[in-house]
């Protein structure tokens, strides 16, 4: 065996404990304070013209559908598991999505205001190995996907 | 030389021994929710004839939930009814061998309320966690109850006396939980949101509580099946 090969292997070795052992929970936010304190741009706000209990309804829907996740692939423990909470006594509603080892992906705040009409608002966890730019664009993207389906317009997932 | 063999067999011998032991033994007591520590045994069962609804074995899924549902009626003639259900947790959607059992009916006023019988490799089997988020018909008026639920081979029986169920409204059982006092068992009016699914917790709004802070498990006699 050469000595790229061995130290290929070796660092392999030593990525996957790594790995395994939950240093993925040093990279990325492991509380809500967190995620909210780490989110791309301190989080995206809008107002919607819809009820907050049909919009998190709305939510709830598409994130079953296109945010949860379980891998397929037998022995591979990676999932994406989603937690609606509807909090009817204060008007107000949140949808987490988390990973493995106790990892926040992101969390959508609901709150209801005047005229029927509900602020949403939207966190989600910076990708380190992205720049500032790209993960702004890809935030904004993902923002408009959400008011999306919040409204219940999209087709894939709602 | 040979005293120190037959030293070795006997540590040995307690070494294999000792946690079957404590096996045999821990497994007599189990802990409610609450951590307060239950006698399991004795362990006897109800006889299956009371157990389970007398189906024919090409009953379809909808048959044998309709008879689960109006079970009640005959045992209560000329009366009328109201529903009740269990709370759709999230924990009772999946059904593999992890799914608690939820809480239903055991008994109504000693009267045994019976379930689907689960047949290995059968294509029709209903499952507890479906029947118990059926309506079951229940009599209109005071009723002593005693509710079962549980987890794997362990159930708790919780007996709640003087259940008052009123005509044209449905009920719904389920859990109030807070660190100090643990899992407390209630039964409430509730409302439906057509919003959500019947399965999603959203579904169902609890409206008012006609029973509250029943401690679970507080009939202490755990079967084993």
């Known amino acids: 065996m050469s000595k790229f090969t061995k130290s290929v292997f070796k660092f392999g070795l030593l990525f996957s404990i790594l790995v395994s052992s939950g240093c993925v929970r040093m990279m990325l936010p492991t509380s809500e304070s967190q995620l909210i304190q780490q989110s791309v741009g301190g989080g995206y706000s809008t107002e919607l013209n819809m009820d907050y209990i049909q919009v998190y309804a709305n939510l709830k829907r598409a994130y079953d559908k296109c945010v949860a996740y379980k891998s397929p692939v037998p022995n591979d423990m990676s999932y994406i598991a989603v937690d609606g909470q509807l909090e009817r006594d204060k008007h107000q509603a949140t949808i987490e999505a988390k990973a493995n080892y106790g990892t926040y992906v992101s969390k959508v705040n609901l709150k209801e205001i005047p005229n029927g009409k509900t602020l949403l608002t939207l966190y989600l966890s910076k990708s380190k190995l992205l720049t500032e730019n790209k993960n702004a664009e890809l935030s904004q993207k993902r923002f408009e996907q959400e008011q999306l389906r919040a409204l219940g317009n999209d087709p894939k997932c709602n | ?225």
């Open chain 2, 1 to 225: 030389m040979n005293l120190k063999n037959e030293k070795l067999k006997v540590q040995s011998k307690i070494l294999l021994l000792a946690p079957l032991f404590i096996l045999c033994v821990g497994c007599t007591v189990t802990k409610t929710p609450e951590g307060k520590s239950i006698g399991m045994l004795p362990i006897k069962s109800v006889p299956k004839h009371e157990r389970y609804l007398n189906i024919d074995s090409s009953a379809s899924k909808a048959d044998k939930i309709q008879m689960y549902r109006d079970q009640l009626i005959e045992k209560y003639p000329n009366q009328d009814f109201t529903f009740i259900r269990t709370f759709p947790y999230r924990a009772y959607q999946s059904y593999d061998s992890l799914t608690p059992r939820p809480y239903m009916i055991n008994t109504i006023d000693a009267h045994q309320v019976k379930v689907a019988e689960f047949i290995m490799f059968g294509s029709k089997n209903v499952l507890l966690t479906e029947l118990a988020q059926q309506d079951l018909k229940v009599p209109v008026g005071v009723h002593d109850l005693v509710i079962i639920n549980g987890f794997k081979s362990t159930s708790y029986y919780t007996e709640i006396k003087n259940v008052n169920f009123e005509k044209d409204k449905n009920y719904v059982m389920g859990t109030d939980y807070s660190k100090e006092t643990g899992s407390r068992l209630y039964i409430a009016e509730y409302e439906i949101d057509q919003r959500f699914k019947a399965n999603e917790p959203e579904y169902i709004v609890i409206k008012k509580k006609i029973v509250e802070g029943i401690e679970q498990g507080n009939l202490k006699h755990v079967k084993i099946y």
